[in-house]
């Protein structure tokens, strides 16, 4: 997560290649939460829609999940918690910027996974890799609202725990790709900006989308449409910096 934070945020360069992410999604919930082993052991005995006790043990492996996330003939439940699908939707944000900003165009018709930071640099997004990457946003979506544990809608002061709040990065991710789709020079650009800049904007569409969705009273549709105008809305160098929108990643610092 500091990797991908720093990489999307902060025009850092990552640290990690995709195959050193070999990693396994954090298990259920229910697991954690046993207060004896006893109650962990009949915990993990019973069914459960996270699969069989072997697989529980472990958490489902992350490049797997990425794997069928990108699958445009299926669209996947995957077996993963609100955190699972948290760390997936990063994964997939970070994979969005570094196909618009580093991936060889040679390379883009490779299904979304995590970035090797070993490629090359260049310029455009293919609409082929833009159809690829659409797919594994709704596959996402489609799996949170689906997963074993859906979260139910919260509206007003009660904000979903952090490492539980997938749904801001991935407006995040849609309207980031769409900016690419659009041809806009996202802040970061060689052409046009700085990492201080794309900060700033990001930021900035963060803190839209979390406000948005913490309020609750408007439609998808209505949220995409106040996304597009920014995204239009002339030149993002000269936005202020603001302040919210990152602060809940002082917790992971």
């Given at each position: 997560?500091?990797?991908?934070?720093?990489?999307?945020?902060?025009?850092?360069?990552?640290?990690?290649?995709?195959?050193?992410?070999?990693?396994?999604?954090?298990?259920?919930?229910?697991?954690?939460?046993?207060?004896?082993?006893?109650?962990?052991?009949?915990?993990?005995?019973?069914?459960?829609?996270?699969?069989?006790?072997?697989?529980?043990?472990?958490?489902?492996?992350?490049?797997?999940?990425?794997?069928?996330?990108?699958?445009?003939?299926?669209?996947?439940?995957?077996?993963?918690?609100?955190?699972?699908?948290?760390?997936?939707?990063?994964?997939?944000?970070?994979?969005?910027?570094?196909?618009?900003?580093e991936m060889p165009s040679h390379l883009r018709n490779h299904s979304p996974c995590l970035p090797d930071p070993t490629l090359h640099q260049s310029d455009d997004t293919s609409p082929q890799t833009a159809?690829?990457?659409?797919?594994?946003?709704?596959?996402?979506?489609?799996?949170?609202?689906?997963?074993?544990?859906?979260?139910?809608?919260?509206?007003?002061?009660?904000?979903?725990?952090?490492?539980?709040?997938?749904?801001?990065?991935?407006?995040?991710?849609?309207?980031?790709?769409?900016?690419?789709?659009?041809?806009?020079p996202l802040a970061g650009s060689k052409q046009r900006s700085t990492p201080d800049v794309r900060f700033r904007v990001l930021k900035r569409w963060l803190r839209q989308i979390q406000q948005f969705l913490?309020?609750?009273?408007?439609?998808?549709?209505?949220?995409?449409?106040?996304?597009?105008?920014?995204?239009?809305?002339?030149?993002?160098?000269?936005?202020?910096?603001?302040?919210?929108?990152?602060?809940?990643?002082?917790?992971?610092?």
């Amino acid at each position: 997560m500091h990797d991908i934070i720093h990489y999307v945020f902060s025009s850092l360069p990552l640290s990690f290649s995709q195959t050193e992410m070999d990693l396994s999604l954090p298990t259920e919930e229910a697991l954690w939460k046993a207060g004896s082993s006893r109650e962990w052991f009949d915990t993990l005995q019973r069914p459960s829609q996270y699969g069989a006790a072997a697989s529980r043990l472990t958490g489902f492996n992350m490049q797997r999940a990425l794997g069928m996330l990108g699958d445009k003939h299926v669209s996947p439940t995957l077996p993963a918690t609100p955190f699972g699908h948290f760390i997936l939707i990063h994964a997939v944000l970070c994979s969005i910027f570094y196909v618009r900003f580093e991936m060889p165009s040679h390379l883009r018709n490779h299904s979304p996974c995590l970035p090797d930071p070993t490629l090359h640099q260049s310029d455009d997004t293919s609409p082929q890799t833009a159809f690829a990457l659409q797919t594994t946003l709704h596959n996402w979506l489609h799996s949170w609202i689906h997963m074993p544990d859906a979260l139910q809608p919260v509206v007003g002061t009660i904000e979903p725990r952090f490492m539980q709040n997938g749904m801001p990065y991935y407006w995040l991710s849609q309207v980031s790709l769409l900016a690419f789709q659009e041809g806009v020079p996202l802040a970061g650009s060689k052409q046009r900006s700085t990492p201080d800049v794309r900060f700033r904007v990001l930021k900035r569409w963060l803190r839209q989308i979390q406000q948005f969705l913490h309020n609750g009273s408007q439609t998808p549709t209505s949220l995409w449409d106040d996304l597009m105008k920014m995204i239009m809305s002339g030149d993002e160098s000269e936005l202020p910096d603001t302040p919210g929108g990152l602060l809940p990643y002082s917790i992971l610092v």
